[in-house]
């Protein structure tokens, strides 16, 4: 990859989870009020057909790992596990009233946090509930996170047998040295036993995370890190990018300095090279960060332009209404977002008032509802068009003119009123997508808001 478009393009810029992105919602006109009217309108148009998703974000950690910018409660203390239930369970009820139905639940995610802090006990108890009270959609898919240090065999057994069939572990990296360094010790062993479990307890999909561009981490330790992975071969494999986010409050990015980071040079060949041994080793990639082997749902979504991505990542399967329960869990009715409050003090105050724990949240427009389409087909596939009327918005015109500039530098191509990322753009999607963001370029940031894209 040439250094002149790393130099071009590494800007920060957003991961797109969500269009538009949360430090662009219009909170000033958001209410309690108008979410449960987009949360009503979405799951009346979808409930029947698709079904909703369901994420619970469970957010307890034993230890800090100074990679993570997502919100989490670091405790010991495993008698927090029941209190924390019993309010998931109170919030879902409080949603179950507003939807004044059964609501027919098709994908559920487990995340955190340490999903797998919790006492296999306690998620049977948390999850049978859920169930008890829903209807399961007859092509559900149930997955949860799990650490490989503290993920046991009843861990798997008990989450098996209420109907999981897919689990992510979180790996990084096997260095000793970086793994010291994000506070995130786990040997390859544990990484294997506990794959080799969910394998023959009969767990049909089991991914790894690894993550390039941490700190002291070189080409030689990403390709330490694949070999490894190679010897277990997961069905799916996120290979991301480190965020470097250091000014978000309550993450432990501090523990090291930024010049122990690598360089964006360096950052791009790990991405390159372990894109590269990957391939070879059977897995394609798949939307952003992602990889596949042929026989996991993912590729075939990806392949039949299934994939969908929301705030659990990329999903096989679509659904318009994505409901998150927990401290700092995110809602998305298709038509709005809403954000739960991130203490968990105030979550339990807000449920023992029997309200629901929302703080912030965006209502879409018309315009944002266009702009989402697009970002969402090129995070998926790579590609959108606007040969349909409904695709097309005033700033059209001026969008396409900046993405002449991707075209020249061939990054996509352009055919009739379509675009297609090229294989040399794919690393560089983020850019692209931000042609089509609006209310980032209507109100450039002072300070950074988001991490580096390359």
């Excluded at 209410?31 to 009346?44: H, M, P, T």
């Excluded at 991301?240 to 010049?259: C, L, M, T």
Aim: charged letters at 25%.
């Amino acid at each position: 990859m040439s250094y002149s478009l790393i130099d071009k393009y590494n800007v920060a810029g957003p991961r797109y989870t969500s269009y538009p992105t949360v430090p662009y919602w219009d909170i000033e006109t958001f209410s309690l009020a108008n979410w449960k009217q987009s949360l009503i309108k979405s799951y009346e148009e979808s409930n029947t057909d698709e079904g909703i998703s369901l994420y619970l974000h469970l957010p307890f950690c034993e230890s800090l790992c100074t990679f993570c910018g997502c919100h989490k409660r670091i405790t010991k203390r495993h008698e927090v596990e029941l209190p924390y239930i019993n309010a998931l369970l109170k919030e879902w009820k409080l949603y179950r009233d507003i939807l004044n139905k059964r609501p027919k639940i098709k994908e559920l995610h487990l995340g955190g946090g340490t999903p797998t802090f919790f006492s296999p006990e306690n998620l049977k108890l948390l999850i049978s509930e859920l169930l008890r009270t829903s209807d399961v959609d007859d092509n559900y898919e149930f997955s949860f996170e799990g650490h490989p240090n503290n993920t046991t065999k009843e861990h798997l057994q008990t989450l098996y047998d209420l109907g999981f069939r897919r689990v992510s572990f979180g790996v990084q990296d096997y260095n000793p040295m970086i793994q010291a360094a994000i506070n995130r010790v786990q040997t390859f062993e544990n990484v294997q036993k506990v794959t080799q479990l969910a394998r023959e307890i009969g767990y049909t999909s089991v991914g790894h995370d690894i993550i390039f561009g941490l700190p002291f981490q070189k080409e030689s330790d990403v390709l330490q890190t694949i070999t490894k992975t190679k010897l277990i071969k997961p069905d799916r494999l996120a290979f991301y990018s480190y965020a470097h986010v250091p000014w978000i409050k309550g993450n432990g990015q501090r523990g090291f300095k930024d010049e122990d980071l690598p360089s964006a040079e360096s950052k791009r060949l790990q991405y390159e090279m372990g894109k590269y041994y990957l391939q070879q080793a059977g897995f394609t990639e798949i939307g952003m960060d992602h990889f596949a082997l042929k026989s996991d749902s993912l590729y075939e979504a990806a392949n039949n332009q299934k994939m969908h991505r929301n705030f659990m990542g990329y999903t096989a399967s679509k659904t318009q209404l994505m409901i998150g329960l927990g401290v700092s869990a995110i809602s998305d009715s298709w038509y709005g977002f809403a954000q739960n409050v991130k203490s968990i003090e105030d979550y339990y105050q807000l449920l023992e008032e029997d309200t629901i724990p929302v703080y912030r949240g965006h209502i879409l427009n018309e315009e944002d509802l266009i702009i989402r389409k697009h970002i969402l087909n090129l995070m998926c596939h790579f590609e959108t068009s606007w040969l349909n009327g409904d695709m097309t918005f005033t700033a059209l015109p001026e969008t396409l003119v900046k993405l002449k500039e991707f075209e020249q530098d061939g990054l996509l191509t352009f055919e009739r009123k379509k675009i297609t990322v090229t294989e040399k753009g794919k690393p560089f999607i983020r850019n692209i997508c931000m042609a089509f963001d609006l209310r980032l370029q209507r109100k450039k940031p002072n300070t950074q808001l988001f991490s580096m894209t390359i």
